[in-house]
């Protein structure tokens, strides 16, 4: 359905789908359509579910694709084995509660949307280690390094660096999961990243 005003009263149902009814992915799809009336607007399939591509619909949560998780006053350390090595970044992190196709576990989102899609990557983060310490900074996609992303800052002489910012592009299929890693490239000084920032959302 596109350009269409649906008015449910009362104890009406705007659309009703049956959630065993057969629909391609993304193929139940609502474009620019206006609910109103204060009943249910629909009912069977909502906006989480890969059948839908819902867009510029009032009354109801459009579909889409992101991810978020924060970091904040972490004070687990990143132990660094080698020099010049990345690792998962260690700690707890909080998801957003307003993310989607995207499920969340410590530092990582994985994917599940139904189609494949490029995404924009990207990442903050603020850390303590030793003094006078090249740090380097990663996006890893499927626990690999993704090379295109690699910033680097030094720590301070009291130890601390100025954030780093790091950002890709990269496509995602089902069950695909992203990261984000960290290196010494100085020595094997452990790194605590004591606050970040991380968002994956589709182009």
Not at 81 to 109: C, E, M, P
Not at 130 to 135: A, E, P
Request: proline share 0%.
């Amino acid at each position: 359905m596109i350009y269409c005003s649906i008015v449910a009263f009362g104890s009406t149902v705007g659309i009703d789908v049956n959630t065993s009814a057969t629909i391609p992915t993304e193929g139940y799809i609502l474009d620019t359509i206006n609910f109103s009336g204060g009943g249910t607007y629909t009912t069977g399939v909502d906006y989480l579910d890969n059948k839908v591509r819902w867009s510029d619909v009032r009354g109801l949560v459009n579909t889409a694709e992101f991810g978020n998780y924060y970091m904040n006053n972490n004070a687990t350390a990143t132990t660094i084995a080698s020099s010049g090595v990345a690792y998962k970044i260690l700690g707890t992190t909080t998801a957003n509660t307003i993310n989607q196709k995207f499920t969340h576990t410590n530092n990582r989102l994985t994917y599940t949307g139904g189609l494949d899609r490029n995404f924009q990557v990207s990442a903050t983060v603020s850390f303590v280690t030793g003094n006078n310490k090249v740090i380097g900074l990663y996006v890893a996609k499927n626990g690999a390094i993704v090379t295109d992303s690699e910033m680097y800052a030094t720590s301070s002489g009291s130890g601390r660096a100025e954030s780093i910012h790091v950002q890709t592009v990269l496509e995602l299929t089902a069950n695909d999961y992203v990261e984000l890693w960290i290196e010494n490239d100085t020595d094997t000084t452990d790194i605590t990243v004591e606050f970040l920032n991380f968002i994956a959302k589709s182009l």
